[in-house]
C-alpha cells in the first residue's frame, strides 16, 4: 500500500467514492478525535463533490470534543434506506455498533490491525499514524481541496493519535502532513488547548483521587477509580480519558494499568506502555484488543483479583 | 531578518563565523534544551568545519537533559584566553553569569526580546519558536550537514520550546524544520521519552502531594509544596519543574500559582497563566520577572499570607 514511504490508496475505493451518490459514514463507539475527525473531513470533502453523507457514531460526541467543525451533524438514528457504509478508524460492524445491519456496499478504511473479515474494500494500513492521514491522502487523490474545516478535523485526528508528535508512529510524513493542515489554516495552539486544557475541575479532582490510588509493582503501575469516586465527584468513566497515561512520565514504569468501575465489580481496564511492550497482546488474552502501547479490555472481578490476574499475566 | 516566513541569517554573523577560528560558545544559566542543543548544534557543526569551540555553562547540566549528545563537553571553567564569543538563548552576560568577562569579539543569537544593549552581532528574532530554529536556518547557511546528533540536539531545542509542538509559536515552518530533523536521525519518540517520561518515583509522589494542596480562588489554581513534602518524599525544588503547568489543565483555570518552600518560611513563586493574562506585570510587582505566560518570583512569608498578598495583587 506504499510506494516511497507514501500511503497509496486502493483505486477501487477512489472508483467507489466517485461512482456513489449517497454514503453512510460510520465510526466507532466511544469516539474519540481520529474518529470524529476522519469521518467529518471525508463527509465535508464528499459533500463539497455534490455527494450526500449521513454521519453515524453510536454514542453522543463528548462535550470536550464539540470543537469539532461539523461535529453536530453527528446522529444515532438511521432512517435512510440501506445505504453504500464507509466505516472509519475501525473495522468490523460490531466496534461501530451496528452489527445486524444491512449496507449495499461497504468500505473500511482504518489504521488498526485487522481483526474481523469485514468490507467489500478493505484499506488498513497499521503503518499509518492515525485513520485521520489515511483520510488526508484520499482527499489529494479525490482532488478536493483542504479547506479550513477539513484541516481542523485532520490536524486534530492526527494530533490525539501521535500524542501531538511525541509518539513512537511520528515520523518526518507526520509533521509533513501537520504543516500542510496549519497552511490549510489549522491553529495549533487552538487544537491543542482544546484537546489537553479544557477539563472541567470535577475531572481534575477525579485525576488527584485516582493519582492517590497508585501502586507501582514491578514496574507496571496501578491505578483506579471506583464507581463512589464517580459519585463523591459527579464525574462519569468519559471523564477518565487520558488518566492511564500519567503515570508513563515514571522514568522506571514499563506498564500503566488504570481500572475504572463501570458496574459494581465491572472494571473497564486501560493498559499503555512504552516502547517493544505490547499490551495489545495481554489484552486479547482478557478478550480486548488495541494497539501496541494502548490497549485495554473488561473484566468482572473485585478490584484485588482484577488487579491480580493482570500482573500474573503481565508477569508471565 | 525574514523573507517569505523564513528567517534569514544576518551577512555579519556568517563572515565572523567563517573568518574566526576558536569560539567560546555560551548559553543562559539553569539551561534547558534550547539552550543546552542550541549551543551543542553550533559547537558540532562549527567543530565540523574545523574550528575549535570552548561549551560554557555555568550550572551543571541537569541528569533529565544528559541525553543531549555532546553535552559532556560543557564546563564551567574559562582558562582559555580572550575569545570571541557566541552568545546563544540569552542576549546579556549576566544572564550567562559571565558578566566582567572580556571578549575579542561577540555575536548573539536569541529569540527573547531584547533587554539589554550587548554584542557587536545581535540576531535577535522573538518570532522563532526557539533558538534552535534560528540554528537550523544558520546551519544551513554556512553549509553544514546535519548529522544526527545535530538533529537531536536541534529537534530538542524545538521540542521544548513549543511545548511538542502545543504552543502558540508552532507553525507550519516549525513542523516542516521537525520533519527534517528526523529525516537526519532525530527520533521524536526517543527525545519525547527524554523530555517527558524520565520522573523519578519520588518525584512523581511529589507531584501527587502538591496535587493534593490545590485550592481554586476566582479562576487562580493555587498549589504548594513544603520544605516537609520535599524531605518525607526526599526530593528537592528541581524535582518541582513543570508542577505549575498542572493546574492549567482545567478550563476554567486562568491562572496558576504554585509555591514551594526553599527555606523556612521563604517561597518561590512560580505563576502560569493562558491567553491574554499577563503574569510578568504581576511577578514584577513582588520583583520578579519572566514571560507573559510564565513568570516568578520570591517572598519571604507564611504560607498564608504569601498567597494572601499574591490574590489581593491578581484581583486589583
Redesign the interface.
Known amino acids: 500500500m506504499r510506494s516511497g514511504g507514501r500511503v497509496k490508496v486502493p483505486p477501487k475505493l477512489l472508483s467507489f467514492l466517485n461512482e456513489e451518490d449517497e454514503f453512510l459514514i460510520a465510526t466507532h463507539i466511544n469516539p474519540e478525535p481520529d474518529a470524529i475527525g476522519s469521518s467529518l473531513a471525508l463527509s465535508i470533502a464528499l459533500e463539497s463533490l455534490g455527494k450526500i453523507t449521513v454521519l453515524y457514531d453510536r454514542d453522543t460526541i463528548t462535550e470536550m470534543y464539540r470543537f469539532l467543525p461539523g461535529c453536530e451533524k453527528f446522529t444515532n438514528s438511521i432512517t435512510s434506506p440501506s445505504l453504500p457504509l464507509i466505516l472509519l478508524d475501525c473495522n468490523s460492524l460490531e466496534r461501530a455498533g451496528i452489527e445486524g445491519m444491512d449496507f449495499t456496499y461497504s468500505a473500511v478504511i482504518d489504521h488498526h490491525e485487522t481483526e474481523k473479515d469485514f468490507g467489500d474494500i478493505k484499506w488498513i494500513d497499521p503503518e499509518s499514524a492515525a485513520t485521520g492521514m489515511m483520510v488526508f491522502y484520499l482527499l489529494k487523490e479525490l482532488g478536493v481541496r483542504i479547506t479550513k474545516d477539513i484541516a481542523v478535523n485532520l490536524y486534530s485526528a492526527i494530533a490525539i493519535d501521535t500524542?501531538?508528535?511525541?509518539?513512537?508512529n511520528?515520523?518526518?510524513?507526520v509533521?509533513?502532513v501537520?504543516?500542510?493542515l496549519?497552511?490549510a489554516g489549522a491553529n495549533?495552539?487552538y487544537i491543542?488547548?482544546n484537546l489537553?486544557?479544557?477539563?472541567?475541575?470535577k475531572r481534575?479532582?477525579l485525576?488527584?483521587k485516582a493519582?492517590?490510588t497508585?501502586e507501582?509493582r514491578d514496574n507496571v503501575a496501578i491505578t483506579f477509580v471506583t464507581g463512589d469516586m464517580f459519585k463523591e465527584t459527579g464525574t462519569g468513566t468519559e471523564d477518565t480519558e487520558n488518566f492511564a497515561n500519567f503515570?508513563?512520565?515514571?522514568?522506571?514504569i514499563k506498564i500503566s494499568a488504570f481500572f475504572r468501575e463501570i458496574n459494581n465489580n465491572y472494571w473497564k481496564v486501560s493498559l499503555r506502555s512504552?516502547g517493544d511492550i505490547n499490551v495489545a497482546r495481554i489484552a486479547t488474552l482478557f478478550n480486548g484488543g488495541g494497539h501496541k502501547n494502548a490497549a485495554g479490555y473488561e473484566i468482572k472481578a473485585s478490584l484485588e483479583s482484577a488487579k491480580e490476574s493482570l500482573l500474573t499475566r503481565i508477569i508471565q
Open positions: 500524542g501531538t508528535f511525541r509518539y513512537s511520528t515520523n518526518a510524513e509533521l509533513r501537520g504543516a500542510e496549519i497552511e495549533p495552539a491543542s488547548k489537553y486544557e479544557t477539563w472541567s475541575e481534575f479532582t485525576l488527584i493519582l492517590n497508585l507501582i503515570p508513563r512520565m515514571m522514568k522506571d512504552k
